[in-house]
């Protein structure tokens, strides 16, 4: 059985089968300062030590060829209540050792969304931010997504975009939305184009197994995949433990990790070892999934 090890709080150092000893933050003081403020960062280099992401390559595409049928593969809403064997990845230490510098050592795991669109039929991710839809939920609203490429993500099979500093512009992180077609959107509602500029988008291109880096308020979206090549990203969602959740606000429909070192904010965390299907039957998705992004 998994059980995973947390490192404690002190623990400055640990092994990498990348790059020998990761400190406990693997990003240059450039790096975060490039974060802070373009609320944004490319990491091209390998994230998982290469075994390890080919187990989690292959644990994924058996969870894919289970998806019931109708379910979208881009609506693979947190896969690890069903799957907890996720968890040997989502709180792999390469993977912490990214959100540390951002956060903190004391780190929860909020969320994570498999976003897969398959080739020729992939829906688009209409510009949004996700604070928006996490309102109410964390305070404060501090939660850092690492976007782990599984296949290659490019412009051509619809790659994440962002818009740089719309995290600390104008509405930071809750401006207004309007209806979007469903029918070819991964969810319902996009941010009103008068409170965007998308001439100032950057497209964030990545090899499988490299990943991205964006504040929750930043404004993000992507385009259709109409290539011949499936487009899939993990997303892995960090917090400080200092944050609060809002169990109330989410209706008893959610849990949260324990990452890394300890609570600060006085949280109730879920045991990484067991699947929750008394909270899968709360979010309506025992057997299926729900976007609830
Ligand atoms: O995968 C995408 O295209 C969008 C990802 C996204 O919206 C997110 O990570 O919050």
Same mark, same amino acid.
């Given at each position: 059985?998994?059980?995973?090890?947390?490192? +404690?709080? @002190?623990?400055? @150092?640990?092994? %990498?089968?990348?790059?020998?000893?990761?400190?406990?933050?693997?990003? @240059?003081?450039?790096?975060?300062?490039?974060? /802070?403020?373009?609320?944004?960062?490319?990491?091209?280099?390998?994230?998982?030590? /290469?075994?390890?992401?080919?187990?989690?390559? &292959?644990?994924?595409?058996?969870?894919?060829?289970?998806?019931?049928?109708?379910?979208? $593969?881009?609506?693979?809403?947190?896969?690890?209540?069903?799957?907890?064997?996720?968890?040997?990845?989502?709180?792999?230490?390469?993977?912490?050792?990214?959100?540390?510098?951002?956060?903190?050592?004391?780190?929860?795991?909020?969320?994570?969304?498999?976003?897969?669109?398959?080739?020729? &039929?992939?829906?688009?991710?209409?510009?949004?931010? !996700?604070?928006?839809?996490?309102?109410?939920?964390?305070?404060?609203?501090?939660?850092?997504?690492?976007?782990?490429?599984? !296949?290659?993500?490019? +412009?051509?099979?619809?790659?994440?975009?962002?818009? $740089?500093? @719309?995290?600390?512009?104008?509405?930071?992180?809750? %401006?207004?939305? /309007?209806?979007?077609?469903?029918?070819?959107?991964?969810?319902?509602?996009?941010?009103?184009?008068?409170?965007? !500029?998308?001439?100032?988008?950057?497209?964030?291109?990545?090899?499988?197994?490299?990943?991205?880096?964006?504040?929750?308020?930043?404004? *993000?979206? &992507?385009?259709?995949?109409?290539?011949?090549?499936?487009?899939?990203?993990?997303?892995?969602?960090?917090?400080?433990?200092?944050?609060?959740?809002? !169990?109330?606000?989410?209706?008893?429909?959610?849990?949260?990790?324990?990452?890394?070192?300890?609570?600060?904010?006085?949280?109730?965390?879920?045991? $990484?070892?067991?699947?929750?299907?008394?909270?899968?039957?709360?979010?309506?998705?025992?057997?299926?999934?729900?976007? %609830? *992004?």
């Amino acid at each position: 059985m998994f059980m995973p090890v947390f490192p +404690k709080p @002190t623990l400055s @150092t640990t092994m %990498s089968a990348i790059s020998g000893p990761i400190r406990t933050g693997r990003l @240059t003081s450039g790096q975060v300062r490039h974060y /802070e403020s373009e609320g944004y960062l490319v990491f091209d280099q390998p994230v998982l030590p /290469e075994a390890r992401f080919d187990g989690l390559k &292959s644990c994924f595409e058996e969870i894919l060829a289970d998806l019931p049928a109708g379910e979208r $593969p881009e609506a693979m809403d947190v896969p690890h209540f069903m799957h907890p064997k996720l968890l040997e990845w989502a709180l792999d230490e390469s993977i912490l050792c990214l959100a540390t510098p951002i956060l903190g050592e004391d780190l929860a795991l909020f969320s994570t969304h498999f976003i897969c669109k398959p080739k020729g &039929s992939g829906r688009r991710v209409p510009w949004h931010e !996700d604070s928006a839809y996490w309102k109410g939920k964390i305070t404060p609203m501090e939660v850092c997504t690492v976007w782990l490429a599984i !296949d290659p993500s490019t +412009k051509v099979n619809g790659c994440m975009m962002v818009i $740089p500093r @719309t995290h600390r512009e104008a509405r930071q992180g809750f %401006s207004d939305y /309007e209806n979007v077609d469903l029918s070819t959107s991964v969810f319902g509602s996009e941010i009103v184009q008068r409170q965007r !500029d998308d001439s100032r988008r950057v497209y964030i291109e990545l090899q499988p197994n490299q990943c991205s880096l964006h504040d929750a308020r930043i404004q *993000h979206g &992507s385009e259709p995949n109409t290539s011949d090549l499936r487009r899939c990203g993990w997303t892995l969602r960090f917090c400080s433990t200092r944050a609060r959740f809002n !169990d109330e606000a989410f209706g008893g429909a959610h849990q949260v990790y324990l990452a890394r070192g300890r609570d600060l904010g006085g949280n109730v965390y879920a045991e $990484p070892t067991r699947a929750y299907p008394e909270v899968l039957a709360r979010r309506g998705m025992l057997n299926s999934y729900r976007n %609830s *992004h």
